[in-house]
């Protein structure tokens, strides 16, 4: 141990050379709300679940590095609040209809909503209308309920070097792109064990023929926070 701190919350956490916010709490056992970082990929920064404030100011957790001494403010009722909004605001943008997804239980989105006590999506619906590739024997793509974390096209590329995935389009139009010559999933060497295919936070990638495998009670979410499960989940794959 360097003998560096941060304080979290109050909480005197130690952290290495090079380590973010993120990773020094999730080390310490504080969790940070969070949809596009996974500890296993180069951190992306999009979701902003994960802002803290540090020193007075609001900061990504999951790209901001940790240095010695710093103040930060996480589970505070500015930053819930705020958190809970952008959460809204990703249920309206896409058709997160949870009634009638087989992530649900499973869902990372809907597991940070019940988390931060979301009983509604407060903003009018967008109801879109994006392409669904279905055209692959065994990898289903939803794209009106992707979330544009990111973490597909990081496994495609990163762990799978196929490079299915890209991200195109600008503001409201941005969408998720499958990099074949036809844009379809069958024209790609994706396979469902790929990493790429296990990652989706969301319901957005689903593995076909497993859908509502699951029964109700037994479903990640059904019995643990996302809190809990997180902070387990990237312990060990950090290998602490
Ligand atoms: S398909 Fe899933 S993993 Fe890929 S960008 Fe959308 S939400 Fe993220
Ligand atoms: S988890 Fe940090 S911005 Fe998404």
Redesign the pocket.
Known sequence: MSGMKIEIDGKAVPFEEGDTIMEAATRAGVYIPHLCHNPEFTPHGSCKLCTVKVNGRNCSACTFPATDGQQVLNDTKELNDTRRTITQMLFVEGNHFCPSCEKSGNCQLQAVGYFLNMLDGHFPHFYPQRCVDASHPDIL?DRD?????????RASRDVDGKNV?GLSGRGIASH?VVNSDSGLLKDTAMAATDKAAQ????G??IVKRHGFEVPIGKRIFDGQEISDWSLEREASEAGE
């Not at 309920?145 to 096209?153: A, F, G, Q, T, Y």
């Not at 990652?199 to 969301?202: A, G, K, L, R």
């Open positions: 793509l309920r992707c979330i544009l974390c990111e973490l597909c096209v995935f998720l990652v989706c936070p969301v957005a990638i």
